[in-house]
Nanobody
Framework: QVQLVESGGGLVQAGGSLRLSCAASGRTFSTYAMAWFRQAPGKEREFVAAISCCSHSTSYADSVQGRFTISRDNTKITVDLQMNSLKPEGTAVYYC????????????????WGQGTQVTVSS
């Protein structure tokens, strides 16, 4: 099991940038695929980005492709999400998630979740 704590959320104007970070604990972090999801008010949780255990593979939702970048540091045991050119529709609680083996884009594929960090993008 991996414990996850997100940070870096806040209020930003449309077009601005934020960098989210997820700190993990657990000796097997380097074997886990990691992902970011988000959930806007009244909507289902949706996939944002994922990265494989060794950073060889990444996957992005079409809505963030080219604007967001996911990265990880297996030494520091962190996974980050750099968000550029933010849009008001990006307002949501952003969650970090972990799963063993390969990356996935389905919410129910991930076992371990953080508590989330709020991102608000003003127009």
């Amino acid at each position: 099991q991996v414990q996850l704590v997100e940070s870096g959320g806040g209020l930003v104007q449309a077009g601005g940038s934020l960098r989210l970070s997820c700190a993990a604990s657990g000796r097997t972090f380097s074997t886990y695929a990691m992902a970011w999801f988000r959930q806007a008010p009244g909507k289902e949780r949706e996939f944002v980005a994922a990265i494989s255990c060794c950073s060889h593979s990444t996957s992005y939702a079409d809505s963030v492709q080219g604007r967001f970048t996911i990265s990880r540091d297996n030494t520091k045991i962190t996974v980050d999400l750099q968000m550029n050119s933010l849009k008001p529709e990006g307002t949501a609680v952003y969650y970090c998630a972990a799963r063993s083996v390969s990356i996935a884009t389905m919410t129910n594929s991930y076992k371990d979740w953080g508590q989330g960090t709020q991102v608000t993008v003003s127009s």
